[in-house]
């Protein structure tokens, strides 16, 4: 199974996949958790570029092709050989974050985003999209908090620079992607504590697995 989480930056996303993948190895099962950009050899050498604030002069169609490169190599080399071994993927940010960040936040045209993407993946989508949703006010509050604690402020904080118009139309683009897809994306308040939004992500993933006529063991 290939479960995605998404969000606005300082949205929990990362504390949320550790959650869950912590909640799978109790239960004896070995899930394979991943990130974009970084994920596989090549996109640990492009996360620099695409995410260090002092990144200058990289056009917005430079940086939609970076990320697209990145997540081909990503599935070609990690994800798609771990779902062929029958393993449960967790990623951290997937095609949704190209959608939301490049298409309705930068401004490119999301059916064609859409389009050239399925290119990148081979067509391949998550089974279960995780988007962690609260007020862009709140989630940079967090980011700002969570790099200045991590030292990162520089080397993750390009897109926290943004500005506030920016991230309240990519807030935007993804409430309008999970409206799209709701079968597919589970909206889950990240205002809550994360062992709340634990239990939301189980309640999400098992509504998904009964439909696949499966459980968590």
């Given at each position: 199974m290939f479960v995605t989480f998404e969000g606005i930056e300082g949205s929990g996303k990362s504390t949320a996949l550790r959650l869950l993948a912590a909640y799978l190895q109790e239960r004896g099962?070995?899930?394979?958790?991943?990130?974009?950009?970084?994920?596989?050899?090549?996109?640990?050498?492009?996360?620099?570029?695409?995410?260090?604030?002092?990144?200058?002069?990289?056009?917005?169609?430079?940086?939609?092709?970076?990320?697209?490169?990145?997540?081909a190599q990503h599935v070609a080399e990690i994800i798609r050989p771990a779902l062929e071994a029958g393993q449960t993927v967790l990623c951290d940010r997937f095609s949704d974050s190209t959608l939301a960040y490049q298409g309705y936040g930068r401004g490119h045209d999301v059916e064609r985003l859409r389009r050239i993407n399925a290119q990148a993946t081979g067509g391949l989508a998550p089974d279960l999209t995780l988007l962690l949703?609260?007020?862009?006010?709140?989630?940079?509050?967090?980011?700002?908090?969570?790099?200045?604690?991590?030292?990162?402020?520089?080397?993750?904080?390009?897109?926290?620079?943004?500005?506030?118009?920016?991230?309240e139309r990519v807030r935007a683009g993804y409430?309008?992607?999970?409206?799209?897809?709701?079968?597919?994306?589970?909206?889950?308040?990240?205002?809550?504590?994360?062992?709340?939004?634990?239990?939301?992500?189980?309640?999400?993933l098992e509504e998904r697995l009964h439909h696949r006529g499966t459980g968590i063991a």
């Open positions: 099962h070995d899930p394979v958790l991943t990130r974009e950009p970084g994920g596989s050899t090549l996109g640990r050498s492009l996360r620099p570029i695409l995410l260090d604030a002092r990144t200058r002069g990289l056009s917005s169609r430079a940086e939609l092709h970076l990320f697209l490169a990145d997540r949703d609260l007020s862009v006010a709140e989630g940079l509050e967090r980011a700002g908090e969570r790099n200045r604690a991590e030292g990162t402020v520089l080397s993750e904080g390009r897109f926290d620079s943004e500005s506030l118009d920016f991230h409430l309008a992607l999970a409206a799209s897809e709701p079968e597919r994306i589970a909206v889950i308040d990240a205002t809550q504590a994360p062992e709340d939004v634990l239990l939301q992500c189980l309640s999400a």
